[in-house]
């Protein structure tokens, strides 16, 4: 599944092996892997390498910068900050409710993160190990409505929502349930596909023989499926919590200021800032900064199987 | 007759059928496991899209939402103020090109930045991790600080001593177009490492033995093996391009700049600052249109299954034999 993993695996026995066996100790001092799958003479190699690292680290270290410089530095237009304090950490949490927003954003993301891939991995075990009229269709819808704008979506969920509010009483725009349903389904296409082409790599031997000891497909489901595909549920459920964390769209038109993720906070920042006379840009980037660092952290804490799950859910 | 009086009475309650009839996955299918999964996208996506449909031929404002069923009811003129009456069509070409050449710039970036990490060495690892970031940062984050360089007073212009309106007028198309690419590119890059996966040592000892210079490897070699999965880049690429809101919004707020009036923001705006829904949703249907054409062939090439039924479709079966073609 993971696109780095694969290219541990190489062939045992090749030609260039055969040909440098033939020196003796010359084989453990040339890996052929630096050899002949070269693909860049060395010189244009770091040069990549250099030009795409610093186009990366430019901006990314001017956040870091500008987050320990003071606001007018900043808006003066400097780079390397000329003075250091780390007040802008301190004043992003009275200038705004970014508690708050940090709060509400775990809150919804993690339980959208954890349902999500509850209910993906259930659905997806179905798709995957059982044939039934419309399975193809169901799967092809998956992938359909992964594809959907959310644009499109956000005027009509917004009707049916203030819709049931008018009809029954509970009131779903602004609340955090709101929120958790709408990025829930949304993460839902993505999440299952993942799944789906998880489950797929499992061996099928051992549900089949769990069933003929006569073991329930629910059974099947929680004690051999669920332990068998941590990987695949952790990937899953980041990319849940990902799409909760990262929304704008939704979360500016469903949100009251008590409910506001952490990315409106941002954004109420950024336009305090224009309303005032003194610029804050030192405390929008230590904002950035305390926004980005959960998602970030998660990025490094899972990265192999993150990246192996990204491309297995779109190439395959 | 008396093979089945002696048979133990719990065996009679299950019948036997004859072996190989009935696979033992087909026994008992837990379908019910669909439902919740299925219900919630129904109700959440599907449901609002048919909403949808139908609220792009009302003349719904803000006074009508609560009773929308009842607005009136005014065909398809939506449509028609959306394509003659608005910057619909502007903003189209606006998102469409922007989709385009952000797509453009990023695929030799990222199959350069594969490229440049597909042979070990050390700190290759931590090369990978860098190359993630721009991809892994949120775009509301990315949006943010971006927007504080391109101030005028801001680092861009320091840096190289302009005084260019990045976040106005016609320069903040390149702006957004940059940003863009920056944020973007990474995806190309996973994907073409995957495509790189694929090459097999053999094929580099054959290029090798011809004595094949490093750029004709690249380029007659090992590139076509990048074509399957780049293609696929390149429509998930303008299909994402073409539907981001957030890097836009972030970056230069409501009102936009005309020259970034692009599609997902202009139906946000009709719907949520103008108050006209029956026109924004007959903007964002107008809008589903263009996204279906990318869309449509991304499907065609998604293998929907590997299972005993499966069988690879007809975009599948062209991304074969290109590459089969090209490797031969």
Known sequence: MSAFTSSRTRPTATLTESITSQGGARRHKRPYDTDVTRLLPRWLLITVIAVIIAFIAVPVLYILFGSVNSDVAVARGEYFPTEFTLANYVNIWSTVALGTGLLNSILTAGAVAVASAALAVSTAYVLVRFRFLGRLTFLRGLLALQSIPGTLLLLPVFVVFSN????????????????????LTFALPFSTWVMVTYLRGLPKELEEAARIDGASSTKILTKIVLPLSWPGIVVSAIFAFLLGWNDVLFSTIMTTPNTRTVAVVLQVLGTAQEGGAVPIYGQMMAASIVCAAPVVALYLVFQRYLVGGLTAGSVK | MTA??????????????PHGKTPLYKKERPLWMLLPGGILMLAVIVVPLLVGVFIAMLDLDQYTLRQWFSAPFVGFANFAEAITDSPLLHSIWISASLAVLVTAVTVPIGVA?????QNRFPGRGLVRSIYLIPYVLPAFVVGTFFRTMLQPQGVVNAIFHTDVLWLNGSASYWALAAVMVWTSWPFVYLLSLAGLQA?????????????????IK????????????????????????INNFTLPFVLFGIPLPSSVEVMPVLTYIASFQSFRFGLSAAMAICSLVIVAIPLFVYLRAVQLDTGDDARPSRGQRRLQRQQTGAAA
């Open chain 1, 164 to 183: 049931i509010a008018s009809a029954t009483g509970v009131q779903i725009i602004g609340t955090r349930w709101g929120l958790f349903v709408t990025y």
């Open chain 2, 199 to 215: 090459v097999d040592l053999e094929v580099h000892e054959a290029a090798s033995l011809d004595g094949a210079t490093w750029w």
């Open chain 2, 218 to 241: 690249l380029r007659y070699v090992i590139f076509p093996y990048l074509r399957g999965p780049l293609s696929l880049a390149v429509i998930i690429a303008i299909l994402h391009n």
């Open chain 2, 4 to 17: 089945t009086q002696t048979r133990p009475p719990a065996a009679t309650d299950r019948p036997v059928r």
């Open chain 2, 113 to 117: 930045a594969a490229i440049s990490t």
